[in-house]
């Protein structure tokens, strides 16, 4: 029997994800099968099982492989911005375009594997977690150099960022009606650095007399 490279089965394994990624972002996980998936990576059911254990560990592996992917990639993008700023409307600008280029992945996260009975705990909630702790960095990077108030809270302002975010999309998720990106991210940001950045001098001679 030929002896099969490290690479050869490198690559089988990244074709088998790739298609898992396109069935389940189609199909869902629960009508999703391993035989669909098969076919649409050119190979028998048997090779995947060789590499997966099951459906589930498929679907883990290939959320894993999308995260790592749009992991760094916001980390890449927040480092453009100069300012607090510029960071967070880069944020969310990236995160929107997350939705509009991985519609199924992100709908599949949202409505099957964020509410499954073993997602607390799991390594697609830990690197949900790496995703989120970007804009803690920020902020609090923001507080250390005055661009934002001391007395904010990083935690609070992930929860608004993040879910208005999250609420917007999903309207596309659901309806395919297109976003604008660049004017959400720019309107969405605004309205977060409004209410967390310090006041300016002359709004503080106005508060105080």
């Known amino acids: 029997m030929p002896v099969i490279s490290t690479?050869?089965?490198?690559?089988?394994?990244?074709?088998?994800l790739a298609a898992a990624s396109r069935v389940f972002s189609q199909k869902g996980f629960q009508a999703?099968?391993?035989?669909?998936?098969?076919?649409?990576?050119?190979?028998?059911?048997?090779?995947?099982?060789?590499?997966?254990?099951?459906?589930?560990?498929?679907?883990?592996?290939?959320?894993?492989?999308?995260?790592?992917?749009v992991i760094d990639d916001l980390e890449q993008q927040v480092e453009l911005?100069?300012?607090?700023?510029?960071?967070?409307?880069l944020l969310v600008q990236t995160h929107l375009g997350v939705f509009v280029r991985?519609?199924?992945?992100?709908?599949?996260?949202?409505?099957?594997?964020?509410?499954a009975t073993d997602y607390p705990?799991?390594?697609?909630q830990v690197l949900n977690k790496r995703y989120t702790a970007v804009l803690l960095r920020i902020v609090h990077d923001g507080i250390r150099n005055g661009e934002v108030r001391p007395d904010t809270d990083p935690r609070v302002v992930r929860d608004l960022l993040?879910?208005?975010?999250?609420?917007?999309?999903?309207?596309?998720?659901?309806?395919?009606?297109?976003?604008?990106c660049d004017r959400l991210g720019r309107q969405i940001a605004g309205m977060i650095v409004g209410?967390?950045?310090?006041?300016?001098p002359a709004?503080?001679?106005?508060a105080a007399s």
């Open 81 to 89: 911005g100069e300012t607090f700023a510029d960071r967070l409307r």
């Open 121 to 124: 705990g799991s390594a697609i």
């Open 203 to 206: 709004a503080r001679r106005r």
């Open 32 to 69: 999703a099968s391993i035989a669909e998936i098969a076919r649409a990576a050119g190979v028998s059911d048997g090779l995947v099982y060789k590499y997966f254990e099951n459906k589930r560990e498929l679907l883990i592996s290939a959320l894993t492989a999308f995260y790592e992917r």
């Open 195 to 200: 209410g967390i950045a310090p006041p300016r």
């Open 7 to 16: 690479e050869r089965m490198r690559d089988r394994r990244d074709s088998i």
């Open 162 to 180: 993040f879910g208005a975010v999250e609420h917007v999309a999903w309207r596309h998720v659901t309806t395919r009606k297109a976003i604008d």
């Open 102 to 115: 991985d519609t199924g992945l992100c709908r599949l996260f949202i409505s099957e594997v964020r509410v």
